[in-house]
Every structure is written in structure tokens, then in C-alpha cells.
T-cell receptor
Framework: GAVVSQHPSRVICKSGTSVKIECRSLDFQATTMFWYRQFPKQSLMLMATSNEGSKATYEQGVEKDKFLINHASLTLSTLTVTSAHPEDSSFYIC??????????????FGPGTRLTVL | QQQVKQSPQSLIVQKGGISIINCAYENTAFDYFPWYQQFPGKGPALLIAIRPDVSEKKEGRFTISFNKSAKQFSLHIMDSQPGDSATYFCAASTASGSRLTFGEGTQLTVNP
């Protein structure tokens, strides 16, 4: 099946530093990738939609200068949390639409990245 | 109008029982309704999905029932097992894009 990986799986950083999270589609090309954040016992909240080679579309309330998204290739998207603060601590999950023409709009999710900002 | 309402928030079922989770939506443009299963510390995994042209879809122990007029859909897990204990999310998307709108989630516990 379609596999999406994320790296790192967990990261701990000091307040004020920047953290980069990678999302890769391993066996398919993803024209569109999505970034979500999830707080404990809550649902997934879409942060942004990224298309290869173009600027990401951010959801209302998401600071695009704080959460930098780059979708440089059909298999890689990165999320950089700039000047991270403790309130940015969360579970970040990416997903990707497969280009294999399977189930309509089927999204495949990565395993998530646990970010803890001290 | 973009919301998807999910209930119950939590559910406890005995092994072998039927787990039922319900979702309701307002946006009539939604035309794809997937259910995801998520274990703690993991990303969601697609369980089963349905489109409005059918009223029911079954895959193994999992069944989606869809009521277009009521704008509701539900997940039934037959013969529930302790390994089914997880959080389940319903979602919906429109034909014009692939953006998923998620329900609030249901934490299912299946007791042995």
C-alpha cells in the first residue's frame, strides 16, 4: 500500500529554536500533502495544504511565518516550526494524496511527530 | 457548515459486542466519508470509506451505514475485540478538493 513516513518521530527542543519535520511518500508520488496538529484527546486540526512547487495554503488562524512549509518534490514536504515555544508542543501529522487513482480523495497518513518544547 | 459532529465521545463495549459510532454533517457538497482508526502515538489509518451513491458498505467486521437525507453516517464494528480499542474519527470531503473535515473522535474501549 501507500506508505508515508515522518522524521523525526519525536523531538525535544528549547524554546526559541526552530525544528524541521520531514514528510515523505515512500512508494508513490504525492501532488498534495497536508499538515495537521493534534493535541491530546482532540481531533486532527488541518494546518495547511501544500502542493508540489507552489506555496502552501494555510488554514485560518495558522501563522504562515511561524509554520514554514516547503513541498519541493513529489515525495517530500517539510514543516519548520520557527522560534518554537511551549504552546507549540503537539503531535504533528502529515498526510498525502496518492496519485495511484485509488479511492477518491484517499489520504495516507504518516506516523506523526511528537514535538516537545521546553 | 464545514463541521462534522461525532458521537459518542467515548464508548465501552464488551468483547463480542457491536460498537456503533455516529456522525452528522451539514455541508451537502460532501461526497466522500472515510473512517479512520488511531492508536495512541500513531497516525490515523483508513478503515473504510463510503460515497453517497450507496447506503451501506461492509468490509470484514466494519460496516458504514449512510443516510443521505438525514445527513448522517455511522460505523458499526461487529464482534468487537480488545484489539479494536482505539480512537475512531469520521471525516468528510467535497468533490472540489481533497481537504478532510474530521469529527471530534470517539475513544473505544473493548473489555475482554
Amino acid at each position: 500500500g501507500a506508505v508515508v513516513s515522518q522524521h523525526p518521530s519525536r523531538v525535544i527542543c528549547k524554546s526559541g529554536t526552530s525544528v524541521k519535520i520531514e514528510c515523505r511518500s515512500l512508494d508513490f508520488q504525492a501532488t498534495t500533502m497536508f499538515w495537521y496538529r493534534q493535541f491530546p484527546k482532540q481531533s486532527l486540526m488541518l494546518m495547511a495544504t501544500s502542493n508540489e512547487g507552489s506555496k502552501a495554503t494555510y488554514e485560518q488562524g495558522v501563522e504562515k511565518d511561524k509554520f514554514l512549509i516547503n513541498h519541493a518534490s513529489l515525495t517530500l514536504s517539510t514543516l519548520t516550526v520557527t522560534s518554537a515555544h511551549p504552546e507549540d508542543s503537539s503531535f504533528y501529522i502529515c498526510s498525502a494524496n496518492s496519485d495511484r487513482g485509488g479511492a477518491y480523495n484517499e489520504q495516507f497518513f504518516g506516523p506523526g511527530t511528537r514535538l516537545t518544547v521546553l | 457548515q464545514q463541521q462534522v459532529k461525532q458521537s459518542p465521545q467515548s464508548l465501552i463495549v464488551q468483547k463480542g459486542g457491536i460498537s456503533i459510532i455516529n456522525c452528522a454533517y451539514e455541508n451537502t457538497a460532501f461526497d466522500y466519508f472515510p473512517w479512520y482508526q488511531q492508536f495512541p502515538g500513531k497516525g490515523p489509518a483508513l478503515l473504510i470509506a463510503i460515497r453517497p451513491d450507496v447506503s451501506e458498505k461492509k468490509e470484514g467486521r466494519f460496516t458504514i451505514s449512510f443516510n443521505k437525507s438525514a445527513k448522517q453516517f455511522s460505523l458499526h464494528i461487529m464482534d468487537s475485540q480488545p484489539g479494536d480499542s482505539a480512537t475512531y474519527f469520521c471525516a468528510a470531503s467535497t468533490a472540489s478538493g481533497s481537504r478532510l473535515t474530521f469529527g471530534e473522535g470517539t475513544q473505544l474501549t473493548v473489555n475482554p
